[in-house]
């Protein structure tokens, strides 16, 4: 038996504090500073995440559940899309790696959104560096996988046969 929508949406919900719980681990435990590009990410998780609470709390009807699956998706789309450019980064051959750039907080202070954006979309040498892996992926590769997921389950829920009176 199919889980119902309302458990999907939990599902989807608690994977996405599960992640980032681990972000905080990693970033407040093992001393690992993430950069702009990882921050973007753990902001989108927490996108498809709320979303995905949102729904599971609410627990609307078939238009309603797609509406939430299509907003969800989004912030999974997106997130991968941020994933995709950190690992293409780091797998940049030293010599075409991008020189590193300010701070995430001084980029905010001193320059307008968009710009600053647009400087964090790109990614820079901090975005480079493989501090960590795990079963030989880096965090934005495993990342990249969490966002696939997302993004799939997302469109099961949007797809999904309405269950049978």
Same mark, same amino acid.
Do not use: K
């Given at each position: 038996?199919?889980?119902? /929508?309302?458990?999907?949406?939990g599902?989807?919900?608690?994977?996405?504090?599960?992640?980032? #719980?681990?972000?905080? !681990?990693?970033?407040?435990?093992?001393?690992?500073?993430?950069? /702009?590009?990882?921050?973007?990410?753990? $902001?989108?998780v927490?996108?498809?995440?709320?979303?995905?609470?949102?729904?599971?709390a609410?627990?609307?009807g078939l238009?309603?559940?797609? $509406? !939430?699956?299509?907003l969800?998706?989004?912030?999974?789309?997106?997130?991968?899309?941020?994933?995709?450019?950190?690992v293409?980064?780091?797998?940049? /051959?030293d010599?075409l790696? /991008?020189a590193?750039?300010p701070?995430?907080? !001084?980029?905010?202070?001193?320059?307008p959104?968009?710009?600053?954006?647009?400087?964090?979309?790109?990614?820079?040498?901090?975005?480079?560096? $493989?501090?960590?892996?795990?079963?030989? #992926?880096s965090?934005?590769?495993?990342?990249?996988?969490?966002?696939?997921?997302?993004?799939?389950a997302?469109?099961w829920?949007?797809?999904?046969?309405?269950?049978a009176?």
């Open positions: 038996m199919l889980p119902s /929508p309302r458990l999907t949406n599902l989807i919900a608690g994977v996405c504090t599960a992640a980032i #719980l681990f972000a905080f !681990y990693l970033d407040r435990v093992l001393g690992m500073e993430p950069c /702009p590009l990882c921050m973007t990410q753990r $902001v989108l927490v996108g498809c995440g709320l979303f995905a609470l949102v729904a599971f609410h627990g609307p238009l309603g559940q797609r $509406v !939430y699956a299509v969800a998706g989004l912030f999974a789309l997106g997130g991968g899309a941020v994933a995709a450019r950190h293409w980064l780091q797998h940049l /051959p010599h790696v /991008p590193c750039g701070g995430l907080a !001084y980029m905010l202070e001193t320059f959104l968009s710009e600053t954006l647009e400087m964090i979309l790109m990614g820079d040498g901090n975005c480079a560096e $493989v501090v960590w892996t795990f079963l030989g #992926l965090i934005p590769e495993q990342t990249l996988i969490l966002f696939t997921v997302l993004l799939g997302n469109a829920q949007l797809f999904r046969r309405p269950a009176a």
